[in-house]
Structure formats: C-alpha cells, structure tokens
C-alpha cells in the first residue's frame, strides 16, 4: 500500500490588537507561579490549554482564531485580562526593598547564578528532578525579592524525556525535541545579529548562541549549540539533560562554565558575586581566573581573586551526583582551551583531585575554586564537612568552613490558589510575612470546617485528576475496563474521604520508594480495611540508565495490578511539575523515606506542608529542622552501622507501626462533623511552622546575608588597588604553605590540673615558628565545659593567646603566646591549644586548611 508523505502546516491565529499584550505575558516566566496568568490562557479554550500542557507560547500558535476574536469581544474576559496585566504591571515595578538594598546596592553588584537544570514549569521541561527545581525557585525568588541577579544554564533541545510505564510495568523513556519558538525564551542579538559564543575543543572550537528567559525582574541565559557553525555531532551537545556519555558531560560542563562566563560578558555584565549551584558549572573558576591572568595576575592570585566573590553549594551525598572524569579524558578536553588560557593540567588537577585519584572531581573544583561553601540542611551541612574534609586537611569537619542553608520552596508555584484565596482573607498581608513564623499564627483562627473543605476540594481534583491519568496510562496499555474501574474505585466517591498517601520524586534507589512494601502482607491488612480503606499513590522518572531505579517501577507497577491491592497503591506515569503540583496540594500524608543521610534537604515535602498535607519521613535533610513533635510524623534512622538490609526492616516497621497505629487512627476518628479535629489541628500546625521556614525568600535571604553580601565585599577588597589583596594572600599563602610544615608548639609551661573558680591561671606555649612571624599565626585555647545536667554540651569558648616574646632565647629561638584567664566554666573543663595560620585578608580564618594541636 503507497503511504502518502505528510506534510505538517499550521495556522496560526493573529492576536486580536485588544488582547496584544497575552504574547508578552507568554514570554515571561511570571505566569509560572502565577495562577491568574494561566487561567487566562486556559479560559480561552480549555481543551487546548490542556493539550498543550499549559505551554502558553504555543497555544496562542495553535488556538482558533475565533475564540480569540470571541475572547476580544467578552466583557468579562477583558476585564479579568486587565486585572492580571495590572498585577504583572504592579509587579514588575516593586523595587527591592531596604533588607535587600542595604546588603547588595543593585547599582554596583550582580549575584551570577549557574546551574545545569532549571524546572520553572512543566511548560520548560529543562529539569529532571529537585536541583533543576530548587534553581527555578531560587530564581523566582530572587525576582520576587528584585535581587540584582542573573542566571545561567544550558537549553535542551529535548530536555528530560517524557516517561511512560508500560503494561510489564517498564519505564520507556521518549525524548521529544522542542522547538524554541515553543519555548518562553528569545534569541539573544548583538548589534543586529544573533549572539555566538565559543568555546575551544579539541581539535576545533565550539558555538553556542544564546537564549534569553524573562523571570519576571531577572533574567535566565542558556546556551544552546544547534548552530549551523557546528559540526553535526557538536550541534547535539546540548541535546538531552544528563544524556550521552562522559564526554557528553564534560562538554556540556565546558559550555556552562566556561560558554557561561563569556556569555555575561558578551553582553556587558560584570557579577560580583558567583554561585556555583552544584559541581557542573565548577569550569567557570577556570574562565574567571584565565581573564584575570590576561590582565597579569599569576594563576594563584587570580584565584584568590575569583574564589573570594565564589560560593559553591553541594547538594547531595550520593556519589552520583558528583561528576569525577578521568585524567584522560579532562587532558583530552580542556587541552587546547588550558593552552589558550596558559594554564596547564596539573593546575586544574591540583584543584580538582579528590583521595589522590588520579581524576577531576567536579565538587573538589567547586570548592578549592570558591571561599564561601554550603549544604543544604543542617544534617547535609555537616555530612558535607566530613566527605570533603580533605579540601581542609589539617581542620576537624566540624570547623571547616562549609556551612549549610536549608532548602525552601516558591509559595506562589506551590501553594493551591484555594489556600491562597482563604489566606487572602484571612490575613491579607501574609505574602510579604513568609519570613515571619509568628505571623503565621493566623492559621489557628481559620475555622476547622473551612480549613477541611478547602482541603476536601483540593483532594476531590486531585482524585479527579489521577482518574483521568489513570484511564489514559491503561486504555494506552490495553487493561481490562474493570480492572481500570477498580483502580480508581477509592478515588471516584469523595464523600467517603478515603486517606491518600502520596509518594512521588525520582526513583532513585536511596529514596527506597520500595520501603513500605516490606512487610505486604501487614501493608495489605492495612490499606484494604474496609472501614478505614488507604491508598497510596506514586510517580516518578528513573534516569534511562538507572536499572535498580527503573527496577522499583516494576515493583510498584506489580503491586498496583495485584487483585489484592488494585485500587489502594497507585502508579502514576510521567512525574513532572504540573502532576507535582496536584499531588502535593491533595494528598493527606506525603511520604518519604530515604536512606539516611543521603536525603540532602528534600524539597517536596515542604511543598506538601504548605497545602496542609502531613509529612510521614525519616528524620533527615530539611525534616531534621522541620519536625517539631506536633507537625508531621517521624521515622528515626536507625545507625549507619548497621547492615542496610537489617536497617531497611527495622525503619519498614517503624513506619507501618506509624501508619497503623497513628496516623490511620488519627485520620479516621471522624466525628459527626465528618472530619478529624485532631487531623484538622495537626495539620495546621505542619502549615503554620512550615511555610514561614522552608519557602524560597526566606531561602534566598539566607544567601544574601551569609553569602552574597561577604563574597560581594570580599571580591572588591580583593580587586581594590589593582588587585593588591588578592596578590599580597598568594604570596602569603605560598610562604605558608612553604614554611608550614616545620612549624610546632610545646608547652611552655606546666598546666595547673586544678584551681580556685576566681583565679586567674596562666596559659604559655612555645612556638616554633620556622621563619614565619607572630602575626601569622593565631595561636588559641579551645575551652569545652565537661557535660553536666546544667550545661548544654555544645560549643567551645575560643581564648587568643598573645605573642609576648619573639626569639625567646631561653628557649631557643621559639616564640612565646600566653594568656591569663578566668576559668570560663565552674568545675571540670577541657583545655586544648591549637594554632592556624592568619590573615587579615582571608575570608574565612580556616581555609588554608592548616592547623596544628598542642
Ligand atoms: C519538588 C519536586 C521534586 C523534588 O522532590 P524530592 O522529594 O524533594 O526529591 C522533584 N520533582 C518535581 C517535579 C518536584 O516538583
């Protein structure tokens, strides 16, 4: 049989004059968080919003030309057209207010962000997981806030692939190329013509033009190497996300770093400030500090440039999510750009190695790259300290300089518009509040009928709403209608309210979405109680190449189409931002179980907390500070000792322990009422100590004081006087490096091993200082009260020892540090005398990673 060529032709409506405005409101990524955007969109036809996953670029090119000119002439449509226009108009002229303004002047800073991933919607599908999402957050925020700021990143033609399960419960994975007129991004042009940067290959220098996203105030570059310029093969680098190979992923990290910076100064921006949102952007030390030897520096002074106006965030522990490439293969590709830079290897190498591996870790880079450092919860911050402790060698973990800032999320993407109505009224100010927990008090006084209903409704969409997907995702795989029927029998009567847990993130082994079926049968006598029925609800991507991951699908996918438990656990195909958003506002309990300490913070179930849902998690990342006794439930990680497979069982317990006895019980002590009081007020205490802690400004406020604003100080001291600073610490720091090595400390004197509360003792070492002076060094006493009842263990008092004589000649050349002091703490304390090299200049005291102990 002839099959006939296709040929594809799209008619494209023109915009009606009176409604000119709906293409710049679908080129700005403000209708990401803002519902009443794409309501508007939706409004005009429903059926195609839906069709095109609320793409708004591309239903203005597909919509019928006469619901637009209908939509024109709708009174009521115009005037809800205005409304929003106005608030996008209000928006966009805030200024930044006076917290913002008096740590970043926006005249004279620019905070640079880069990132390999950005999830802002589902619309731009640039993200896989958590990072890409908390990078869209940050971003929104950072508008929301008008923080001078700019961010950086790669444009995927295809983007993370779109996810289906098939009737064996296996994961296809189908990458679906977007074109960028579909896309909320322009072309970036420069005097006329399209903006190309390059970058050196080897054996040939790659292109990349640049994108343009609008993010309400700020502005998002991506890079983009489809460019006729290229080679076939080079025009695919930026192709997939996380896709190919090794060399794929180091030359799309080449692009981001190194593409990154020559992008910003193509167009004329000077950042003074740079944030490396985790090791894939970490090249963009070596761009930086290439420039500046072009202007004279040494390699080492450019560093202390660059590094002192670089923060570097880690934001995970699991080894696969730090890129470590091989010698060989950073020889190969960084040669002929570290030949054009006039650095060599051994430069980038002694920068990056890791556990003397002969390879590059991109998360070493970061950090020796970068003086300002962070995790992303407490737990993860100090994790982090103990992995990449040896970057600091000489320096306990627990004083090294890696801090950490707990992860928070966009309340305006998250929050369900019905919450946001009802806080409306309730408290009207509460969106400038989301920093202030007391304020969120007013959650209390919202009645508890009205609290639930808003709740119930939510619930009854995303019932609705996972009805649809699952009829979709069976009729497409050919299950039986009745087995589809009894899949969604629990989800189609609402008014029997039955409890939904959901569970929905990548599938990534650690997170052990597979820990609740540990004990089945137990599961099953729970879940299927005919008068307290559960169901729980999953979705998730595996990463193409991640088997176990794709192999937990299976599982799921298994269980869901046993006679048994169809209908109580559900799987749901291609997890992404839209289905994130109506899970997360629905679901009664949102569970989370990964293995300890891997779970660097975590972000979905703040997400959940705020729309009233109730975490169900083990004590790990942001729910380390989150949990508070009375907002959630918790599993206590058992040690990291133990064997993982007794660790797995133990913990499965504790959590079908907590969903029998306490949060099935809880849920279901309905009253006449028809909800639970109890239910009511735990979960309004999960919303009202949540949401002013894990939001994103209150996040990216953390940055700004404890970061942005010292590494923007920090880079001016650095740079000022044509860079003495920077060039005074290399030096500095070669002689200490130099020297360090036969410096030591003894006792100078007999420690007393008792004294009276009120005397005074006397504390004196000796020094050998070899050839450094006194004021390079800090020589102090760490005083640690025993632990008693009436003292809180935690922390040291830090007493300087003075230099008193240099050259001692008693002592042969040693130099004298003492100190008198006061016993700090009543009864028993200890005493430790360690000594550091020190400079005005540093940014933090401990970094050169030196330290030694009396
Ligand atoms: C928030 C979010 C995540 C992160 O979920 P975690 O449970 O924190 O891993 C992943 N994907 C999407 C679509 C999200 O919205």
């Known amino acids: 049989m002839h099959k006939a060529t296709e040929f594809k032709l799209e008619a494209r409506p023109s915009i009606p004059e009176s409604l000119s405005r709906l293409d710049e409101l679908a080129n700005d990524l403000f209708y990401s968080w803002d519902h009443g955007v794409r309501n508007l969109f939706a409004r005009i036809d429903p059926r195609l919003w839906q069709k095109v996953a609320h793409n708004p670029k591309l239903f203005l090119r597909r919509v019928a030309q006469n619901r637009l000119d209908e939509a024109a002439e709708d ?81 995927y033609q295809q983007g993370y692939f779109i996810q289906t399960i098939n009737a064996q419960g296996q994961q296809v994975a189908r990458y679906q190329s977007h074109f960028s007129d579909e896309l909320p991004i322009s072309l970036v042009e420069l005097d006329g013509a399209p903006l190309l940067v390059s970058v050196p290959f080897p054996g040939r220098v790659v292109y990349a033009k640049v994108w343009k996203a609008r993010v309400g105030h700020i502005c998002l570059y991506l890079l983009d190497t489809h460019v006729e310029e290229n080679s076939p093969e080079d025009r695919e680098l930026t192709l997939q996300l996380y896709g190919g190979d090794e060399t794929t992923r180091i030359s799309q990290e080449m692009l981001l770093g190194i593409g990154g910076v020559r992008v910003l100064d193509a167009l004329g921006l000077s950042p003074t400030v740079w944030h490396i949102n985790e090791g894939h952007a970490a090249f963009l030390i070596l761009e930086r500090c290439r420039k500046a030897m072009a202007e004279g520096l040494t390699f080492d002074a450019a560093l202390e440039l660059n590094a002192g106006s670089t923060l570097f965030t880690t934001h995970t522990p699991v080894p696969a999510g730090h890129d470590i490439f091989s010698r060989g293969l950073v020889q190969h590709s960084l040669g002929e750009y570290l030949a054009e830079a006039g650095l060599d290897f051994d430069t980038v190498f002694r920068l990056g190695s890791k556990n003397s591996g002969d390879s590059v ?57 019905e919450w946001s109505s009802l806080f409306d009224i309730q408290a009207p100010t509460w969106k400038s509040e989301l920093r202030n927990p007391d304020f969120w008090e007013f959650v209390d006084r919202i009645p508890d009928y009205h609290y639930w209903s808003v709740h119930k409704a939510l619930k009854q969409q995303m019932g609705d709403y996972i009805v649809r997907c699952l009829r979709r995702q069976h009729r497409r795989n050919g299950t039986g209608h009745s087995a589809t029927e009894r899949m969604t029998q629990h989800l189609v009567s609402p008014e029997k309210d039955t409890m939904v847990i959901g569970f929905a993130r990548r599938f990534a082994t650690y997170k052990r979405a597979t820990l609740i079926f540990s004990d089945l049968e137990r599961l099953e006598r729970l879940l299927t109680d005919p008068e307290r029925p559960v169901v729980v609800v999953f979705a998730g991507k595996a990463h193409p190449k991640d088997k176990p991951g794709q192999q937990m699908i299976r599982v799921i996918h298994d269980l869901a189409m046993q006679p048994a438990l169809m209908g109580h656990i559900i799987l749901l195909e291609d997890y992404d931002q839209a289905m994130a958003r109506r899970l997360l506002c629905g679901v009664d309990v949102w569970l989370n179980t990964p293995e300890y300490p891997k779970e660097a913070s975590g972000t979905s179930g703040e997400k959940a907390a705020l729309n009233g849902a109730l975490n169900l998690s083990v004590l790990d990342g942001w729910w380390g500070e989150g949990y508070n006794g009375k907002n959630g439930w918790t599993i206590n990680p058992r040690s990291i000792d133990l064997d993982p497979e007794f660790r797995n069982q133990e913990e499965a317990r504790d959590l079908l322990d907590l969903i029998e006895f306490e949060v099935i019980p809880l849920y279901y002590n309905r009253a006449s009422q028809g909800y639970s009081k109890g239910w009511v007020q735990r979960s309004k205490a999960s919303m009202k100590t949540i949401t002013p802690r894990f939001n994103s400004q209150r996040m990216v406020m953390d940055y700004v004081e404890r970061y942005y604003q010292p590494a923007c100080t920090q880079g001016k ?34 420690m007393p091993a008792e004294c009276l509360h009120d005397q005074e003792i006397n504390l004196a070492v000796s020094v050998q200082l070899n050839g450094l002076k006194p004021e390079d060094v800090h020589v102090e006493c760490l005083v640690t009260p025993e632990c008693t009842g009436t003292h809180e263990c935690t922390g040291s008092d830090r007493i300087l020892l003075q230099c008193e004589a240099e050259d001692d000649e008693q002592t042969g050349g040693d130099t004298l540090f003492s100190a008198r002091i006061l016993p700090p703490y009543p009864g028993l304390q200890s005493l430790r005398i360690r000594m550091y090299p020190f400079h005005e200049g540093l940014t933090h005291p401990l970094e050169m990673g030196a330290m030694i102990w009396l």
């Not at 993860?380 to 800032?405: C, F, K, L, T």
């Open 361 to 417: 870790n991109m998360t070493s880079l970061g950090l020796r790259g970068s003086r300002f450092h962070n995790g992303v919860s407490r737990i993860h911050g100090g994790v982090a300290s103990r992995m990449e402790g040896e970057i600091w060698p000489q320096i306990p973990p627990e004083d090294n300089p890696i801090g950490y800032i707990t992860n928070g999320v966009h309340v305006p993407t998250f929050l369900a518009p």
């Open 75 to 155: 009174r009521a449509f115009l005037s809800e057209y205005r409304r929003i226009l106005s608030t996008y108009d209000a928006y966009l002229e805030v200024e930044p207010g006076p917290e913002v303004t008096t740590q970043l002047d926006p005249e004279t800073s620019l905070v640079a962000y880069f990132c390999a991933e950005f999830g802002f919607h589902e619309s731009f599908p640039i993200y896989s997981g958590g990072l890409g999402i908390l990078a869209g957050d940050h971003c929104k925020a950072a508008s929301d806030l008008g923080l001078p700021f700019v961010a950086v990143g790669l444009l």
């Open 717 to 750: 001291k650095l740079s000022a006087n044509n860079y003495q600073l920077a060039t005074e610490l290399a030096d500095w720091k070669e002689r200490i490096r130099r020297d360090w090595k036969g410096v030591s400390l003894s006792v100078r004197q007999r």
